[in-house]
């Protein structure tokens, strides 16, 4: 069985964007080290496979985030295939900005968080320090003619906080996207959200201005969750959902190894529902099976795992 | 974090029942033979965490599912709290029938197909001939006084027949039920249905008289969708929904290892969502991780893996 059998379902959309985060979020929390080439060969083929919108590679520093700091090497070695408004990149703050734009990037995205605790730890900094960081870099993206992308973490819960209320996510999310950002990208970063929880988010955001058409949803599946969260976003007009072939990457403040929704089970379920998103699921499973064999353990995607063979 | 954030979401029911077949589905499926006092353990601690439907064994013959040959000695350990109209048992058959009476049991669960090629390999005979066998068991369970449910397996895909018609499955389930059992529960027994294929089989069931109340919804993981394929079941007012306890199980007839949806996975779902379900999360991850260690394997389950910090 090489794919699900067709049965439309009425109020979702016609066309899904899948934004493919495998080479950013994906690698940046593998404990493995990929060689550059193996990188610019894993963006090639997710293009290939019909990816649109991919996410290459991070401008941070190689101190914070050693895995990624190869990444003027990788877009000189991807040329045109890492350059366009759907190749971002993610950019810290205005020194990630210079070298992105060095490289000709046309996309980028900066990564808030919705707690304080999250903001110190991963940003070293406060909510409000951070966005006065957020602020150049955005004001300058847009005079570049960039196209610019607000993560924000720790939507759905937080490691050290708990329970995240929904009005302070909506005000951190108003702030970063009044910044002058196109799209916001949800996160749920420990992957503790529930169906509930998107739509009484979803509702709050569109109350106060950020309609779903503006918005991506990032799903961890560390509690397994990820897709029938993403289900209740899609049933909210919600048309962009982050993923990452073969469920690449982790969470490094969560127990589990469990990472990012995997794209191939993400496109098993839209091709059920007939809804497109023109993307070759027999060479996306190839490719997680590829990377695999780099990374030295196999893809926790059940999609992969099925037709390909893997095991637990 | 030992549980979700709590958002309702309307549309859903106040409660689900979970009906758990991991010491029956699950176990059945697994390579390692458990020993029966493990087996007697493991119903003891599923019940005392809070399930209340317990699927326990099968009285099946001992050539074809060997892991389950135990069951009258299971039952016998179990005493008291292997019977009951919420601990049925799996019968194939009259003799398994006259088995579990012997016993002293109080619900049944027949087990059929709805495509010719599963029914042939599993049963050894067509779908008609399997009604025919069904019916005798039946007719004496219910003259005894027995509750009665029926599964039908392959509903959502079948892996030597492809795609399944949705008409096939509800004149199968139909014939099923009439001859009189209380409860159809509806298999995805390879894992490849998606969430518009359980709207439009539950909206024909209904049409054609077998309304939400009467049905529990059967998923297995294999391919990730297990968890988004309840919430449209629940959506449509199925409150009735099959697990297993850590994703115990896979299908013999599919490549993966991945077994059934997880309780774990499912009552965090439904914690968030504050759906009732009398269920004790903690309880259930540290039967599943006792349970592990006498397979041998870790558990498949999401949730177990994030609270109990196992790895892929």
Redesign the interface.
């Known amino acids: 069985?090489r794919g699900?059998?067709r049965?439309?379902?009425?109020g979702?959309p016609g066309r899904v964007t899948i934004y493919e985060v495998g080479p950013r979020d994906g690698l940046q929390n593998e404990k493995a080290v990929v060689p550059v080439e193996v990188k610019a060969e894993f963006v090639r083929r997710l293009v290939s496979a019909g990816l649109d919108t991919v996410e290459t590679t991070s401008f941070v520093s190689p101190q914070w985030v050693p895995q990624l700091a190869d990444s003027a090497e990788l877009l000189t070695l991807l040329g045109e295939v890492g350059r366009g408004r759907n190749r971002p990149v993610l950019v810290p703050n205005e020194r990630g900005l210079d070298a992105a734009l060095a490289q000709g990037v046309q996309a980028v995205a900066i990564f808030g968080s919705a707690t304080e605790t999250f903001a110190r730890k991963n940003l070293n900094r406060s909510v409000d320090e951070s966005i006065a960081m957020f602020a150049p870099v955005v004001t300058r993206a847009r005079a570049e003619g960039l196209w610019v992308r607000a993560y924000l973490s720790m939507c759905?819960?937080d490691?050290w906080e708990?329970?995240?209320p929904?009005a302070q996510v909506v005000e951190v999310a108003s702030r970063m996207m009044d910044l002058g950002c196109d799209q916001l990208s949800l996160g749920d970063t420990?992957?503790?959200?529930?169906?509930?929880?998107v739509?009484?988010l979803l509702d709050a955001l569109d109350t106060n201005g950020i309609g779903a058409e503006r918005i991506g949803v990032h799903f961890h599946?560390?509690?397994?969750?990820a897709?029938?969260n993403?289900?209740?976003a899609l049933a909210h007009g919600v048309t962009v959902v982050d993923a990452s072939t073969g469920g690449l990457g982790g969470c490094p403040y969560?127990?589990?190894?469990?990472g990012n929704l995997?794209t191939e089970?993400l496109v098993?379920?839209l091709?059920?529902?007939?809804i497109e998103t023109g993307i070759d699921l027999e060479a996306l499973v190839e490719t997680s099976v590829w990377m695999a064999g780099h990374l030295g353990?196999?893809s926790?995607?059940?999609?992969v795992?099925?037709?390909a063979?893997?095991?637990?």
């Not at 420990?190 to 509930?196: A, C, D, L, R």
């Not at 091709?271 to 007939?274: E, S, Y």
């Not at 926790?300 to 999609?303: D, K, N, W």
Request: glycine share 16%; hydrophobic share 35%; charged share 20%.
């Open positions: 069985m699900p059998q049965e439309a379902q009425s979702m759905f819960g490691p708990g329970d995240v929904i420990i992957g503790t959200g529930t169906t509930g929880h739509h009484r599946d560390t509690y397994g969750q897709l029938a993403t289900f209740a969560a127990k589990s190894a469990t995997a089970d098993w379920a091709d059920g529902l007939g353990r196999p926790p995607s059940r999609v795992k099925a037709l063979g893997g095991d637990d």
